[in-house]
């Protein structure tokens, strides 16, 4: 039980320190955006299968929308999509409560024969974002409030880790969300 204990608690610490590399090196400039060729469903089903064992862990429901999109074979950062998608998912799982649900979906919305535009969408009906929140979520090591750090023990680095990696992508974030009702969050 010990070693049990010792291991999650230093895998958190682990993930504690890989955030704050990864902020620095973000804010630095450092981090450079692949351009590697990578199937858009092979990429979804390894997202999944993460997300679905955080989900049953918490007692959440892991809902996939699927993939809706004509082209699959796509050139990009696959590595820094993924960093987007999981801080994405996982804070739904975290904020949200046993029996809620997060769901994720990937949609094509434009292309011109050389470009693609996909849409990733994670929503959830967890604890939600106040109004006012919602307009400092992105920045550095903010939570909703104080209480969040001990009850839900994380940093506030996931989403202005997906920020920064997202304005590298020319990405746009969309966010909505309401205190008890849960949080959509389109990229």
Request: proline content about 1%; aromatic content about 6%; overall charge negative.
């Amino acid at each position: 039980e010990c070693r049990s204990k010792v291991r999650q608690t230093s895998g958190f610490l682990l993930a504690l320190v890989n955030s704050v590399l990864d902020m620095n090196k973000l804010e630095s400039g450092k981090i450079k955006l692949d351009e590697k060729p990578f199937n858009l469903a092979e990429f979804m089903d390894g997202i999944e299968t993460v997300a679905e064992i955080q989900a049953k862990e918490s007692g959440v429901e892991y809902i996939s929308r699927g993939i809706r999109a004509e082209h699959m074979n796509l050139i990009g950062s696959p590595l820094h999509l993924r960093q987007i998608l999981q801080n994405l998912i996982t804070n739904a799982i975290k904020y949200n409560r046993a029996g809620g649900y997060v769901s994720v979906s990937c949609i094509e919305t434009e292309t011109d024969g050389e470009n693609t535009e996909v849409e990733f969408v994670c929503e959830d009906n967890g604890i939600g974002m106040s109004e006012s929140f919602q307009e400092r979520a992105f920045e550095a090591f903010e939570q909703e409030n104080t209480d969040a750090r001990t009850m839900y023990t994380g940093t506030g680095l996931g989403l202005a880790i997906v920020k920064h990696i997202a304005e590298q992508h020319s990405a746009e974030i969309v966010i909505k969300s309401e205190i008890g009702q849960g949080t959509v969050i389109s990229i």
